[in-house]
């Protein structure tokens, strides 16, 4: 589905004459941005891939990053660290095939520090946002039961509607299929 035929859907299953398109769009977006607290599935895996041509300290997240699911150097995974550790590790700083990363904001931190190389991020991201009615993105198309009675949930609390539970019910029902 798209977005315009999930907030068309969304509106039909809530039956309210007073509902604005301000608030659906509310309602679903905050729908997303749960499913993507929550979900962790092929369908948000993504694959970032840098080519190292200098000696590299860092990397910085994409935008759309939620959570690691690993990094490698070539062919070998790396090791998450505490910040504790890398910091011990960095008191002899050297280059070379790097085994160890921390996290620091938007920044992964290696330790050795690469001179050359690919390095392969597997994460979990963001789904693409939708706008126009047209938009879709995989969530969209594979799951728009679970965005709608996301949705509908939100909606429910907003309007103090007594199908809340049933709403949250769907919700997590479609959740657990996925």
Do not use: C, W
Request: aromatic letters at 12%; hydrophobic letters at 40%; zero cysteines.
């Amino acid at each position: 589905m798209n977005y315009g035929q999930i907030k068309s859907h969304f509106q039909d299953l809530l039956n309210r004459s007073d509902i604005t398109t301000a608030l659906t769009t509310r309602f679903i977006d905050q729908s997303i941005a749960r499913i993507q607290r929550q979900l962790r599935t092929p369908m948000s895996e993504r694959v970032l891939e840098v080519t190292l041509t200098g000696q590299t300290e860092s990397v910085t997240l994409p935008s759309d990053f939620i959570e690691i699911i690993s990094l490698y150097h070539s062919e070998y995974e790396l090791e998450r660290v505490s910040m504790r550790r890398y910091r011990e590790l960095i008191g002899n700083v050297f280059t070379g095939k790097p085994q160890f990363f921390t996290r620091q904001a938007e920044k992964l931190l290696l330790y050795p520090q690469p001179a050359d190389g690919k390095l392969v991020l597997y994460y979990h991201g963001e789904f693409p946002a939708l706008s126009a009615d047209s938009d879709e993105n995989v969530l969209t198309q594979s799951a728009p039961d679970l965005v709608i009675y996301g949705a509908l949930s939100f909606g429910a609390d907003f309007y103090l509607d007594n199908r809340a539970e049933l709403f949250e019910g769907r919700f997590n029902q479609f959740l657990l299929e996925l």
